[in-house]
């Protein structure tokens, strides 16, 4: 058993050194140079550096040397918990993370608790119904919503809910230059800007979530314990939710935890097209001008949360299910 | 509290399962009334519907599948009364030990809590009482207090099944309804479990219904057996009754099957499946080998046969064949009366193969001689199929009497050819067309497996070793389609491994055709591999007679006692 925790620990450290390596070669894997244009954004008027100008800020941040020595520089920076400077925005890179991060978990956490809470639910009563016109209902609208691409569905929403029916602001994640009169009411802007991301990005996950858990419940449900249960006469409410959900939420939990890089990658598209300033949408910005520090910084917190989902799933798999 | 009130009583009980929108029937019409402290067994194969019967009295029967009739417990109709007062009676009054099965208890549950589940949720004892329940179920099934808190995959199969009963006794029900609770045990965890199970019978006084295909446990702890066949009670007795005289083929076919109730014997198992559509006529017909026009057109009902003791067969039960009674006949040696036969008597049902054991020249072939009508016997009569057996009518018959003699040498014309011998009968008797005999023959030589190729039809009986001699024998014996086949030594002159081969190639036609076999031997071991009862002879008179075990175990005559004894000395 020791050992296993052992080899476990050696396995994410691992994990964790392979990424930061990927890390530092894949911006510098992509064509373009970070100089070519110093200014402005996609759209923008382009200011063009001269040769030597390029020349010069190569040598400033180091990028004329070789890579192995660049490498070795990043490694020892990263050791200290520097994690560079961004060439586009002339700031820590630590503290422009720091900024747009707490958004986008907002975004992703908020999400997958909705698509898990409401795939459960639906779920639940597409099995406990099952073949009957709910689960018929339930199983065609889901299929059909899944299907749909994620920025479409956020598109959609801007333009019906935001843009046409003003039910919602249309970008950002807070009403600019506004007095609160109470915290409840700054929470009651956050929630009304964050609505319809959470919500593109809750309907592009609910549907594998809720396909789970019919098929997950719909197994269980015809084991041998939940006979049991019911001969035992235990009450129905029992029945359904300790014996079936219980067992029929643990492929779910594998399913949520690896799904998180995913969810990620679906949060910097609803960002985009929200213009919600979390990650996704400085990682898109990042890229764009090959801000390496910055991609480097951004791709590395991202991957240590999908890892410390990880782990957290681990361990709770092995709290849930005494088998593990 | 009556004692003689039935506790269970079940009326014309009917499941149907929807399988993807067709009906199947899981049991059909069943009725069945047990007596507050007796104790029910049911046995079957699998798919005949014993535990869809548990399941309908625990309610487990749930729609999309129909369940119809009556199961009234202590008078009450449990199909009729709300969830709300069923759930009251359930695992409180009736309590089911499940199958053993991988998922059968919760997974993510430990053992302890599963076991007072029920007393906490609906009796509402505290968590400490409940803590001290378990322990003290733990102990009554002879487990470690330890294991309240392991999980259920951390069990091994006599574990959890010691467990199962555990929670089954936890509300201290009256009935208790065991699904195979020893099935894949090995043979010294199942005498501990039937112990377990009647210990706890004892303290606890509840009735039981004990649901198995293996019939050691029954004997063991039920007074009486119901034998279920597709959905349906083709059987019911005692114990007793049932495992030593079965009336009904299919259960004499179980018993067979059985290696618990016949250490010694060959195996063989019924032929054919259960078929699983319902079916207009009785259930077993296809695989009956006694079966009429009738039983394809008509469900028979169970009828009473004896003191507690019912049948479902339109025969009425496996027929008697064959009744001997009384025949006695003298030879004329110079002007001196011998008697070979003397005062004999037995019979021969359907299907069953009973041995004629004795020295030489103890009477046994003119018996056969007598019982096929070659040779009149001076006194008494014979009766086959309930008709008198007069001269050689009987062997003239198609589903008659045949006889296969001992040497294969001299009852095979050397100068006939292979077709010719077994077309003979049918020839003789004008039987079937043309085409048909010549079919027929070829049916009966791939029956005893020898080629059926015109080159082997056409060859001369001289040609053939003396094992494929005694299967031409048996061949023109079968082309007749007897009903009772008289093996007369047949094998003697044989050697070893022919012999071997022959015996499994009767046993085997005999099992899938389902005549009737009296063969006789002088070796009493063979015959307690292949007989199911056995007649032994002496002076022409029979000196012991029973079931195969009976008669070595317990000889009663001296006589077979030194044929036992020669026989081990071998």
């Known amino acids: 058993m020791k050992l296993k925790k052992k080899e476990k620990i050696f396995e994410y450290i691992f994990t ?163 007095d609160y009169s109470s915290n409840f009411e700054k929470i009651i802007d956050i929630a009304q800007h964050a609505f319809l991301p959470v919500m593109t990005l809750t309907l592009a996950r609910i549907g594998g979530i809720y396909l789970l858990v019919r098929n997950s419940l719909s197994t269980v449900l015809n084991k041998d314990y939940v006979r049991t249960a019911k001969a035992k006469g235990l009450k129905e409410v029992r029945i359904k939710y300790i014996y079936a959900l219980g067992n029929a939420l643990l492929p779910l939990l594998t399913r949520v935890s690896l799904q998180l890089g995913a969810m990620i990658g679906g949060a910097i598209l609803a960002e985009s097209v929200f213009a919600y300033p979390g990650l996704g949408l400085l990682m898109r910005n990042a890229v764009s001008v090959r801000d390496y520090p910055l991609i480097q910084g951004i791709f590395l917190i991202l991957a240590l949360m999908v890892m410390i989902a990880n782990l957290t799933a681990d361990l709770l798999y092995k709290k849930i299910d005494p088998r593990v | 509290m009556d004692l003689y009130k039935p506790i269970l009583k079940i009326k014309s009980l009917k499941v149907d399962y929807k399988i993807n929108s067709d009906w199947f029937t899981g049991i059909d019409r069943i009725s069945l009334c047990q007596k507050r402290g007796k104790n029910i067994g049911i046995i079957g194969e699998s798919g005949s519907g014993k535990t869809t019967l548990a399941h309908s009295i625990m309610g487990l029967i749930d729609s999309p599948h129909k369940i119809s009739g009556e199961i009234l417990y202590e008078g009450v109709n449990l ?32 053992v302890g809590k599963q076991l007072t589940e029920r007393l906490v949720e609906i009796n509402g004892i505290t968590k400490k009482e409940a803590e001290k ?189 064959l009744d001997v009674k009384n025949i006695q006949k003298n030879f004329k040696v110079r002007n001196k009366f011998i008697n070979a036969v003397n005062d004999v008597s037995f019979c021969i049902n359907h299907g069953e193969t009973v041995a004629l054991v004795g020295q030489s020249g103890s009477g046994k072939s003119t018996i056969a001689k007598i019982v096929s009508g070659y040779l009149p016997g001076d006194k008494g009569k014979v009766y086959f199929e309930q008709k008198k057996v007069i001269y050689d ?62 080159e082997f039809l056409n060859r001369f009986c001289n040609t053939l070793s003396g094992g494929q001699r005694q299967r031409v024998a048996v061949a023109r014996a079968l082309v007749m389609k007897p ?73 009663y005559s001296q006589s077979t006692k030194r044929l036992v004894e020669a026989g081990l000395n071998k």
Not at chain 2, 411 to 422: C, D, F, P, Q, T
């Open chain 1, 16 to 178: 964790l050194f392979i990424i930061i390596t990927l890390n530092f070669a894949l911006p510098r894997m992509m064509p373009g140079d970070p100089f070519l244009h110093n200014t402005g954004g996609e759209g923008e008027v382009f200011t063009t550096h001269t040769v030597e100008q390029i020349q010069y800020y190569r040598e400033y941040y180091g990028l004329d040397k070789p890579l192995y020595i660049q490498y070795g520089t990043y490694l020892k920076e990263l050791a200290k918990g520097d994690l560079g400077y961004s060439y586009y925005y002339k700031t820590d890179v630590l503290s422009i993370i720091y900024k747009r991060f707490p958004w986008t978990i907002l975004l992703v956490f908020s999400a997958l608790g909705f698509s898990i809470i409401f795939g459960t639910i639906l779920g639940s009563i597409s099995a406990w119904y099952r073949n009957s016109w709910q689960d018929q209902i339930l199983y065609i609208l889901l299929i059909i919503i899944s299907e749909i691409p994620a920025f479409l569905i956020g598109i959609f929403l801007l333009v019906v809910l935001a843009a046409a029916l003003n039910f919602f602001p249309l970008a950002g994640s807070i009403s600019h230059f506004r």
């Open chain 2, 79 to 110: 199909m009729s009364i709300s969830n709300k007062d069923k759930k009251k009676i359930l695992w409180n009054d009736i309590a089911l030990v499940f199958q053993n099965s991988l998922e059968v208890l919760n997974p993510i549950m430990s």
């Open chain 2, 133 to 321: 329940e378990q322990i003290r179920l733990l102990r009554m099934v002879d487990l470690e207090e330890k294991w309240k808190d392991a999980f259920p995959h951390q069990l091994s199969g006599g574990m959890r099944q010691r467990v199962l009963i555990a929670m089954a006794i936890s509300c201290k029900p009256k009935l208790v309804i065991f699904d195979e609770p020893t099935s894949s045990m090995d043979a010294i965890l199942k005498k501990k479990i039937i112990k377990l199970i009647k210990r706890l019978q004892q303290n606890l006084k509840f009735s039981m219904i004990v649901i198995s295909h293996d019939l050691s446990i029954m004997k063991e702890i039920v007074d009486s057996i119901n034998v279920m066949y597709a959905g349906s009670v083709i059987e019911s007795g005692s114990v007793n009754d049932i495992i030593n005289n079965p009336k009904h083929p299919y259960t004499r076919g179980l018993i067979n099957s059985s290696v618990e109730i016949l250490p010694y014997k060959d195996l063989w198992g019924i032929p054919g499946e259960v078929t699983s559509t319902y079916c207009q006529g009785c259930s077993f017909a296809p695989r009956c080998t006694q079966s009429q026009e009738k039983c394809f057109k008509e469900k028979p009902e169970l009828k009473k046969i004896g003191i507690n003791r019912e049948i479902a067969c339109h025969r009425g039960g496996i027929i008697k064949l």
């Open chain 2, 393 to 454: 009518k009987v062997a003239k018959l198609e589903e008659g009497i045949q006889i296969v003699l001992q040497d294969p040498f001299s009852a095979l014309s050397h100068r006939l050819r292979v077709e010719e011998i077994i077309k003979e009968p049918l020839e003789i008797n004008k039987i079937g067309s043309k085409e048909e005999r010549n079919k027929r023959v070829k049916k009966a030589l791939r029956d005893v497996q020898l080629p059926q190729s015109n």
């Open chain 2, 483 to 555: 009903k009772i086949l008289i093996a007369d030594e047949v094998t003697s002159m044989l050697d070893l491994s022919t012999q071997a081969n022959m015996i499994r190639l009767l046993k085997g036609l005999q099992n899938r055709q389902g005549f009737a076999m009296l063969y006789i031997t002088h070796d009493i071991y063979l015959s307690r591999k292949i007989c199911e009862r056995i007649i032994v002879l002496e002076n022409g008179e029979i000196v012991d007679m029973g079931s195969s075990n009976q008669i070595i175990e317990e000889a």
